[in-house]
């Protein structure tokens, strides 16, 4: 079993859709999980990033750790085609040295 | 600020050669690490250097090795390529300021094609 497990997709949605885009994980050691954003021929770029449990919110998107679960999400409300990416969800540990562990990511388009 | 920068973009390679690929942090960054990212596997860590020493290591081979300078500059090298080594190669620098996460920035990549 593969340490971080996420949707494959892809995923097409029309303008305006609610998007819902998840992960679960089996590491307990995990306490920082993050949404990064990949856009064709670019690197990935940090989204939202959220410490333990909880719900964490930033305009349009809102990411939710259910540690109990070894679940993550990441809504985006009012989706729009410029959202359309790669969205990968990545973990660590706790202390500076651990890596970032990463889902293999799900493509999103949305269509206008 | 300028951003992390990768060179070469696009390289093409036969099998059995050795590559190396560069990577410069953003300025002040002491902490680079490489990723490689495949359809199949998605995105897997490779290492992370800081102050010129590794200090984590993925589950790759030995034909895959990194280095960093004292200008914090990385590179890495795959060598003895194999069909399969084709993949996007990203970098990411962080500025570890000690604190326990530390954002990690990613340049464009480096696409490797093996023929």
């Known amino acids: 079993q593969k340490e971080v497990e996420q949707d494959p997709g892809p995923l097409s949605v029309p303008e305006g859709a609610i998007v819902s885009l998840n992960c679960t994980y089996s590491?307990?050691?995990?306490?920082?999980f993050m949404w990064y954003r990949q856009y064709s021929r670019k690197g990935p770029e940090l989204l939202m990033y959220?410490?333990?449990?909880g719900n964490k919110e930033d305009g349009r998107f809102t990411a939710q750790v259910d540690k109990s679960s070894k679940y993550i999400s990441l809504f985006i409300r009012d989706s729009q085609p410029s959202d359309s990416a790669t969205y990968l969800c990545a973990m660590s540990a706790a202390g500076a040295n651990s890596k970032l562990t990463f889902g293999k990511g799900i493509t999103l388009s949305v269509r206008p | 600020k300028a951003g992390v920068t990768q060179t070469p973009r696009y390289l093409i390679k036969t099998r059995g050669q050795q590559v190396t690929l560069s990577c410069s942090p953003i300025?002040?960054?002491?902490?680079v690490s490489w990723y490689q990212q495949t359809p199949g596997q998605g995105l897997q860590f490779l290492f992370e250097y800081f102050s010129e020493t590794q200090r984590n290591k993925g589950n790759f081979p030995g034909r895959f090795s990194g280095r960093q300078f004292s200008n914090s500059r990385s590179e890495m090298n795959v060598s003895t390529l194999e069909l399969g080594d084709s993949a996007l190669y990203l970098c990411a620098s962080s500025s570890y300021l000690g604190q326990v996460y530390n954002e990690q920035f990613f340049g464009p990549g480096t696409r490797l094609t093996v023929l």
């Open positions: 300025s002040g960054h002491r902490s």
């Open positions: 959220t410490y333990s449990s």
């Open positions: 590491n307990s050691a995990f306490q920082y």
